[in-house]
């Protein structure tokens, strides 16, 4: 069936340094594929997304990375700063235009920054 | 800059009650969600709607009833609340088209049944 999963629950990184937050996904149809931030009480925030005839895509601090030989997925947080700390999801769908789309997300990843 | 808006943000019912969670956005998405996320897990899709007037289920629609009469608003009903219906509720839209189909969240509304 479809799934997207993350690899680990939680992580933990010192603040300065790169955070890499991975995934993992089952569909070999999705080809759209994007990572949101929920903070706290707060609803997810869009942080970047890829789509498959990408394997690269870079954001202000935050770079994407899609291998779609091994249907995975990365989210790389350059100097991770205090208020990085949230749960990480992935999301993926398969987008044919104009018909239905429906993310598919994954359990979600603490990160925690130690000051 | 509104975005999408939901109330109540908090709501303790009884078992049995009813209740309408309302959401409405101002983008003029063309989709609209609902989905419910259970602690330390993902979000799960209740319903959703690709337009006014078009409903659809999602992966655990049982439960609720939603309708959609206008593009702005999109109203969730629970109409004889459970125990296993205690979660967080997320509203949510977004424009579907060529580009791909970004989701836009709301703060979500916290739901407990007793």
């Known amino acids: 069936g479809e799934s997207v999963g993350l690899h680990l629950p939680t992580l933990s990184v010192q603040e300065g340094d790169n955070s890499i937050i991975n995934c993992a996904y089952s569909n070999s149809a999705s080809d759209y594929f994007i990572w949101y931030k929920q903070e706290s009480g707060k609803g997810p925030q869009f942080i970047i997304d890829?789509?498959?005839?990408?394997d690269k895509r870079q954001g202000q601090r935050v770079t994407v990375l899609l291998n779609k030989t091994v249907k995975h997925l990365s989210l790389q947080i350059a100097a991770t700063q205090p208020g990085d700390s949230a749960v990480y999801f992935c999301a993926e769908t398969h987008t044919p235009p104009g018909a239905n789309s429906k993310l598919t997300f994954g359990k979600g990843i603490t990160l925690s920054v130690r000051p | 800059n509104a975005g999408v808006t939901q109330t109540p943000k908090f709501r303790i019912l009884k078992i049995g009650q009813s209740m309408t969670l309302q959401c409405t956005q101002d983008m003029n998405h063309n989709y609209m969600y609902w989905y419910r996320q259970d602690p330390g897990m993902g979000l799960k899709l209740i319903y959703y709607s690709v337009g006014a007037g078009i409903t659809d289920k999602g992966e655990v629609p049982n439960g609720y009833n939603v309708s959609r009469s206008t593009t702005e608003d999109f109203p969730l009903r629970l109409e004889l609340a459970a125990p296993s219906q205690t979660s967080v509720y997320f509203c949510?839209?977004?424009?579907?088209?060529?580009?791909?189909?970004?989701?836009?969240f709301g703060e979500g509304s916290w739901l407990t049944v007793v």
């Open positions: 890829i789509r498959s005839n990408m």
């Open positions: 949510a839209s977004s424009y579907v088209g060529y580009s791909g189909n970004t989701i836009y």
